[in-house]
């Protein structure tokens, strides 16, 4: 019991230092917690703040969980030139984040990436920079 | 009104006396009704630190290879592939660059910070009051974090009730605004978290000091070319509601200039004695970004306060769980 609270001082502390996300992630996703799912996407909910993208993952049993990882700004994603049509129903995906504290099924989507080892919202070109030069 | 006609009539002449190429530019820009133009899309996006970095000290501005060097830095710097896995970090922060836009580029003058007033470019001395402020939302922000009770242990901007007090600074995405003007008024449509500042430039009194509001009470006046902003009646009614640590009586002066077609040269002052030993200055421009803002309906999925909250109860019912033994 003891050392859960000293992990969680220190979370506090990590949640005061962070950016300005609009919530903090450490108080919805485990730290302690990383995380590695591979599944097929069955729906993407293009909501405010945060994107959630739905996956099936097939458990080595045979057996199907359905996950959901949380995503960025759909206003800040369009602008990178994703859309909620840009990652199509079926495709394989696998997702590399931190489990929900609620121990629910869900993750936030750090690395998205596909089979073939494309990262999905690497490598295009920035949004606004700033004020021209 | 007519006292009010004369003084523009006043001001215009004095402008004309004194016309420099910068202000026959700024005087192009004319709504119909012949108030200064400010309308269309804005950004406020910058690299540039709103408080001098120690290493700058006693310099406003970088040389041309100084700010290449500095920009270079402060982009791998919030470069999201610094991982650090297993850090809360790692949770907070550790998205790659979709995630996140914080802009490319310092200001173009190679300012060492946004704030020009105190000159040494930091915000000033805070009193014990306001110091303890501070150190009381810092708390509350743990609070949030680990043990969140209900939805008002979070701050304004995790509820989805504001992005945070006036003023607004370049934050990690969409520093967006769209400027509307009618006779009479001023809207500014802030697209984070899609709020709209409806300011009257009437004439017209504050509302009584009993009524407070997320936003405040803006009034505004044309100063020659420039939208002067006014702006009280702030709440601390909630978490997070007031200005870095500034009580309900702060005192916001905003000043709007259109220089160009895609350049607005913005800068506002604080004044709050109960917090700040001395009011501070921020100019910044607001520049024409490419394309438009889009709606941010923040109440639409806000998903992440319901699953804070229910990490919470379920880290309680274990807590329960494991100290019930012991009893």
Not at chain 1, 84 to 103: C, F, H, N, P, Q
Not at chain 2, 211 to 229: A, I, K, M, P
Request: hydrophobic share 35%.
């Amino acid at each position: 019991m003891h050392v859960r609270f000293v992990a969680l001082v220190v979370a506090g502390l990590g949640a005061a230092a962070a950016p300005a996300a609009h919530h903090s992630f450490s108080g919805e996703f485990d730290v302690n917690k990383p995380i590695k799912l591979e599944g097929t996407v069955t729906k993407v909910e293009w909501i405010n703040p945060h994107a959630w993208i739905h996956i099936d993952v097939k458990r080595p049993d045979g057996t199907v969980e359905s996950w959901a990882i949380e995503g960025g700004t759909p206003n800040t994603l369009m602008r990178r030139g994703f859309t909620k049509d840009s990652l199509k129903t079926g495709t394989e995906i696998m997702v590399d984040g931190y489990l929900a504290r609620d121990g629910s099924r869900k993750a936030n989507g750090r690395d998205v990436t596909f089979t073939d080892g494309r990262k999905l919202f690497m490598g295009s070109p920035p949004g606004q920079g700033g004020p021209p030069q | 009104m007519r006292t009010q006609t004369l003084a523009a009539v006043a001001g215009v002449v004095v402008a004309l006396g004194l016309a420099s190429v910068s202000e026959a530019q700024s005087r192009a820009f004319r709504t119909p009704w012949g108030d200064p133009d400010l309308q269309g899309v804005w950004s406020n996006q910058t690299l540039t630190p709103l408080e001098r970095p120690a290493e700058f000290a006693g310099r406003t501005h970088l040389t041309e290879a100084e700010a290449a060097e500095y920009q270079a830095r402060l982009r791998r710097q919030i470069n999201a592939d610094n991982r650090e896995p297993g850090t809360l970090r790692d949770v907070n922060t550790a998205y790659n660059d979709f995630w996140w836009d914080r802009g490319e580029r310092i200001l173009p003058d190679r300012r060492t910070s946004l704030i020009i007033d105190p000159p040494d470019g930091r915000i000033p001395a805070m009193t014990p009051a306001g110091r303890a402020r501070v150190a009381a939302e810092a708390d509350a922000n743990r609070r949030e974090a680990e043990f969140p009770a209900g939805p008002e242990d979070f701050d304004v901007y995790s509820r989805c009730i504001i992005r945070g007090a006036l003023p607004r600074l370049s934050t990690g995405y969409n520093n967006n605004y769209q400027i509307v003007q009618t006779p009479g008024y001023v809207a500014i449509l802030q697209e984070q978290i899609h709020e709209t500042r409806l300011i009257p430039v009437d004439g017209r009194p504050h509302i009584p000091g009993t009524v407070r509001q997320w936003l405040g009470d803006s009034r505004g006046r044309w100063e020659g070319d420039t939208l002067v902003v006014e702006t009280t009646n702030f709440t601390d009614a909630a978490r997070a509601s007031t200005f870095r640590g500034a009580t309900k009586e702060m005192v916001l002066v905003e000043r709007f200039r259109r220089v160009d077609e895609t350049t607005i040269d913005y800068e506002f002052t604080v004044s709050d004695p109960e917090t700040w030993v001395r009011p501070w200055t921020v100019t910044v421009p607001w520049f024409r970004p490419d394309g438009m803002l889009y709606e941010y309906a923040c109440h639409e999925g806000n998903y992440g306060l319901a699953n804070t909250l229910t990490a919470a109860r379920t880290l309680e019912r274990e807590q329960q769980q494991g100290a019930q033994p012991q009893k």
